[in-house]
């Protein structure tokens, strides 16, 4: 548990502001996190009664999981440092890769591995070594790499990524093994209607940075193990307070300028004043809170999101069962029931989930619509095909987790709220927000929103009055 003698305690005239922050996703735990360590008493409101939002633990047959496999970069430096604050041991709770797309053996895919050498080394001994691609494959990849590169990962006018492909001349089978794959694991949006230049971006931080960007990072934590609950020890030592199963009704602004809160908690309506506010909650429920105090920009902003589903299905096979790998790309075909994109092997992971494995469908809307038992039944028979595995196509269990509003649709020229509303002392957060003036923007991921809370945060104690 972080002490108090590690929290940035110097002399700071936010000491004594009471800042309250509705939301305790990723976002509202990282702008908690943040005021805490610069010396503001934070109460954090949660409505459920675990701690992460759309990335938090859940429970299923004895096993301690997430609703959703996720996958960390290297280049997630907010999240890797507000995790490193709170006192998370990076190596324990995170198993590091390097930069890798390999397919099952048995499958027309590819192999793809970065080595550890210094960038672009690593890309450039990869793409040599890469199996599954051929002579006119490995010259366009290096071709978009240096062309991006020479235009510094800018677009004049943004586009779709598919578009974008075909403006580098990308060959079909590149696109099909590496390009698209990578755009709906990193997006959740399907390439045709994805933005290139967020794309870009997140290859900029990866593949264009130094070559620990491009790691990929498994958790061996839950999800709200790997931060959100660190983050609540971390508030409650500098004096904050984390409420759950507590929903906010009302917001009211006071004659102080600051903020009056209606919650309810157990079923007791309570009131409360705050010097500050920090709305970290999804767009909806942040123009609910907020309503008539909103700019029309700002409402039409946030009701301007599409959103797009993520499945996990959980197979539990006999224990003895591991993979080759921590974890492969599948090609998803939905005209041979072949959903799957990612397979992860959770007993590589920890090892009380041996034989578990955990299969990944991005933007699953489609995949939805079968129904849970049909689509586990549809993965699980995938997987017995692609690992010529006969027997896992008869799992002892599955579990299917669909989120079907996981993220917002990343698409081109998407026009995205800042975390400052024109509002006195109060701020929003949350993955779907700009990043550094929409110059730097991110999909919906686990930086997107701790970057988000971090700058609310960052705001908030500068307390500024319009």
């Known amino acids: 548990m972080a002490k108090l003698d590690q929290i940035n305690r110097k002399q700071n005239p936010r000491i004594g502001q009471h800042v309250a922050v509705i939301g305790a996703g990723w976002a509202g735990c990282a702008a908690a996190t943040e005021l805490a360590s610069q010396g503001a008493t934070v109460s954090l409101f949660e409505a459920a009664r675990t701690l992460g939002g759309r990335a938090r633990r859940v429970d299923l047959h004895g096993h301690v999981l997430d609703n959703g496999q996720h996958i960390l970069l290297g280049a ?3 999240s890797l440092a507000i995790m490193r604050k709170v006192g998370i041991d990076l190596d324990a709770a995170l198993l590091r890769l390097p930069l890798q797309m390999v397919y099952p053996n048995y499958t027309d895919g590819m192999q793809f591995i970065a080595p550890k050498l210094p960038a672009p080394l ?12 051929d002579k006119q494959d490995k010259l366009a990849l290096a071709r978009f790499s240096t062309t991006a590169r020479w235009m510094g990962w800018q677009l004049n006018q943004d586009c779709s ?3 974008l492909l075909e403006r580098f001349d990308q ?15 990193a997006l959740n949006t399907p390439p045709e209607r994805a933005s290139a230049q967020v794309f870009l971006n997140v290859l900029r931080d990866s593949l264009g940075a130094k070559r620990a960007a491009s790691d990929m990072l498994l958790p061996k934590l839950d999800l709200s193990a790997l ?21 906010v009704k009302h917001i009211t602004p006071t004659a102080q300028q600051g903020w009056q809160l209606d919650f309810t908690s157990t079923d007791t309506s309570h009131q409360q004043e705050f010097d500050a506010l920090i709305v970290a909650t999804n767009p909806e429920q942040a123009t609910r809170l907020l309503g008539s105090h909103l700019k029309a920009e700002t409402t039409r902003q946030l009701s301007g999101f599409g959103y797009e589903a993520i499945t996990t299905c959980y197979l539990q096979y006999d224990t003895k069962l591991q993979l080759p790998r921590a974890f492969f ?25 041996a034989g578990l494995l955990a299969v990944v469908v991005s933007a699953s809307e489609q995949a939805i619509e079968l129904g849970n038992t049909a689509l586990a039944t549809a993965i699980a028979q995938q997987l017995a095909q692609v690992f010529q595995l006969p027997q896992l196509a008869n799992p002892l269990w599955h579990q299917i987790i669909s ?4 993220t917002f649709s990343c698409t081109p020229a998407l026009d995205r709220p800042d975390n400052d509303l024109g509002l006195t002392n109060c701020f929003i957060a949350g993955d779907y927000t700009k990043a550094d003036g929409g110059k730097n923007d991110y999909p919906a991921t686990l930086e997107a929103a701790v970057r988000s809370g971090v700058a609310a945060a960052k705001l908030c104690l500068k307390l500024k009055s319009h």
């Open 76 to 78: 997630y430096s907010a």
């Open 122 to 133: 690593h890309l450039l001994l990869a793409l040599l070594r890469a199996k599954g691609l």
């Open 161 to 163: 990524v598919t578009e």
């Open 171 to 185: 060959t079909d089978r590149l696109c099909q093994l590496m390009w698209n794959p990578l755009c709906i694991a």
């Open 227 to 247: 931060f959100p609950e660190q983050a609540r020890q971390w508030i409650e030592a500098a004096g904050g307070n984390v409420q759950f199963g507590t929903t």
């Open 329 to 353: 790309a599948l090609r998803d075909q939905a005209e041979l029931q072949h959903w799957g994109q990612f397979v992860f092997d959770r007993g590589q992971l920890h090892p009380s989930q």
């Open 403 to 406: 989120e079907k509003r996981a």
